[in-house]
């Protein structure tokens, strides 16, 4: 079989500094995406254990092999959780979960904790959609922008780039950045149309690293004007797969004269993470399982 | 008087040789990486199989996306233009023109004298042009002939919630997972480019009689899907993909006179 490049790595963590039953509160949050799912496990309020894989064909099958996946090596199961949230697109699908919380409030309140509460704006490029939310000190949503209609601007777009120019996905970044001069962007905004002009830049001579730079910069513009719309705010950060791809990151920062937050934690999570988040409020507040 | 039109699409280059405004020669071929030299190759093999030489020609219209590039027209006027005066040229009580080609989908309203009174374009988005059915027919693995004749023999209404032609191969991929019946899903593709073009369409307004053209026209399942979405039978050309290459040849006949 040929090789997949858009195949971006799947991996699991947990922290093995910690004993998880020494916590008081145990919480997940369960982020099941077009694209990846994440299930992220939070003791007290701290990440503990976190798993990121590909969604398969079935929302409640991809949720609990995330979930699986998190839990391994822990010891913890499904019984030792105060209270689960499920998100993302397929959120009310997550067979497990005691609630279900719309991923635009979970990846500001994961953006909120991962960057900190200075961050105002939150870029999530997820698989297949694009938003752009403004959130307060709390990390709670103010206003929110989004593109779920159309794959310019999205993981998935970056996908069939990496499949059509042979590029592993994790190195579109870097290798965008081997050019002598910065080419203008793809004109096409539709991936289909913007496959055929880079089929056609290919054959007028252009290195792969020189279309992999003009498509970088194009989804760059791209979710520079959703950005525009909804008025950005300092600080702004960037969650979602495309987080990890310099390529656009660093153009977007250009167009938009401001350098992103960065993060310890993967940007994929941030959905996952305010998830978990979510579920420790509630039982704060008397809600979830008892132990 | 002996004119000739040459359309040069997305995906294929197209040519009317007119006499008298009859037509006396076509041909077709795929635009390739050098449209300017098929363009070329394909006006000699035309010009041939009617019988003339260039030196006959009172004047050569090009019309389509690659038009400029084409060193032998003496006029060249835009998809819009051709596309009515073609249209209205195949049957007079034409009032709406649906074109869809390769990467394009066009609606056109005009007068009962041929005048372009208003029209709506869609060049930015694959999602209402052929290139949404190929890649559909792709994710299917069908031919894309056999994916409108495989969607009439379904009754099936499969929503796709898929705009996009990257989502949507998807989405059809998933619902082959689920076992769905290859002939409702394609009856799904075709509801849903019928329903881009047709809102599309009624932006402009809809009066009868509508005319489809366009290589998107010789799809059996789309033209059935456009007929339920906008409630009317359509009229579709005879060699529809040839009406815009038909138009600019009449162009040129007029500008000649």
């Known amino acids: 079989m040929a090789k997949e490049f858009w195949r971006w790595k799947e991996y699991n963590w947990h922290d093995e500094n910690r004993d998880w039953r020494e916590g008081k509160i145990v919480t997940s949050g369960v982020d099941v995406g077009s694209v990846s799912s994440q299930a992220v496990i939070m003791v007290d309020g701290e990440l503990y254990a976190f798993s990121n894989m590909r969604t398969g064909s079935n929302s409640p099958d991809s949720a609990h092999n995330a979930m699986n996946w998190a839990l391994e090596d822990t010891g913890m199961t499904l019984d030792d959780f105060n209270f689960v949230v499920g998100t993302g697109y397929g959120r009310v699908n997550v067979p497990f979960a005691d609630k279900a919380i719309t991923e635009i409030a979970c990846h500001a309140r994961g953006g909120n904790y991962m960057y900190g509460p200075t961050v105002r704006t939150i ?23 989004m593109n779920d209609k159309c794959a310019a601007g999205t993981g998935r777009g970056m996908e069939v780039f990496a499949d059509l120019l042979g590029v592993s996905i994790e190195d579109v970044g870097d290798l965008s950045f081997d050019v002598e001069e910065e080419p ?37 513009h791209r979710v ?29 920062e250009q167009e938009l004269g401001l350098t992103a937050l960065t993060a310890k934690h993967d940007t994929q999570i941030a959905g996952a993470l305010g998830a978990a988040l979510f579920g420790k409020a509630l039982v704060e507040k008397g809600k979830g399982r008892k132990k | 008087m002996i004119t000739a039109g ?17 037509v006396v020669a076509t041909a077709k071929d795929l635009s390739g990486f050098d449209q300017a030299k098929v363009a070329s190759e394909l006006l000699a093999q035309a010009l041939e199989k009617a019988n003339v030489t260039q030196g006959d020609l009172a004047g ?3 019309t389509g996306a690659g038009r400029k590039i084409v060193s032998e027209a003496t006029h060249s006027v835009t998809e819009v233009s051709a596309g009515a005066k073609g249209s209205l040229f195949i049957n007079p009580d034409v009032r709406t023109v649906i074109d869809v080609g390769a990467e394009e989908g066009r609606a056109i309203r005009c007068t009962e004298k041929g005048k372009v009174e208003d029209f709506a374009v869609n060049e930015k988005c694959a999602a209402g042009s052929g290139a949404f059915t190929e890649s559909m027919a792709r994710a299917l693995e069908v031919d894309v002939a056999e994916l409108g004749k495989l969607s ?38 075709h509801d849903a480019i019928a329903s881009r073009i047709t809102s599309m369409a009624r932006r402009i307004g809809l009066n009868k009689e509508v005319l489809v053209i366009g290589g998107v026209a010789l799809n059996v399942g789309f033209i059935r ?33």
Not at chain 1, 136 to 141: A, L, M, N, Q
Request: glycine share 6%; with cysteine.
């Open chain 2, 225 to 257: 899907s456009l007929n339920e979405a906008i409630e009317m039978d359509v009229i579709v050309a005879d060699d529809p993909e040839f009406v815009n290459a038909l138009g600019a040849a009449l162009i040129a006949a007029e500008r000649a006179n």
């Open chain 2, 60 to 62: 050569i219209c090009s």
């Open chain 1, 184 to 220: 203008p962007p793809v004109s096409s905004t539709c991936v289909v149309f913007a496959k055929s002009e880079a089929a056609s830049l290919l054959r007028e001579g252009w290195s792969q690293s020189k279309v992999l730079a003009a498509y970088c910069s194009a989804m760059a």
């Open chain 1, 224 to 252: 520079f004007t959703l950005l525009e719309r909804v008025g950005v705010q300092k600080d702004f950060a960037i969650t979602g797969g495309i987080g990890k791809n310099s390529g656009v990151v660093k153009r977007l």
């Open chain 2, 6 to 22: 040459v359309d040069v699409g997305a995906k294929t280059v197209k040519i009317v040789v007119l006499r008298d405004r009859e």
């Open chain 1, 123 to 145: 870029l999530d490029m997820g698989g297949q959609d694009c938003k752009a939310i403004l959130c307060d000190e709390r990390g709670k949503v103010t206003n929110f922008l």
């Open chain 2, 152 to 189: 009439l023999g379904s009754d099936a209404s499969v929503p796709m919630n898929a705009q996009c032609a990257v989502f949507a191969e998807s989405e059809v991929v998933s619902l082959l997972h689920a076992e769905t019946p290859k002939q409702d899903i394609s009856k799904a593709i």
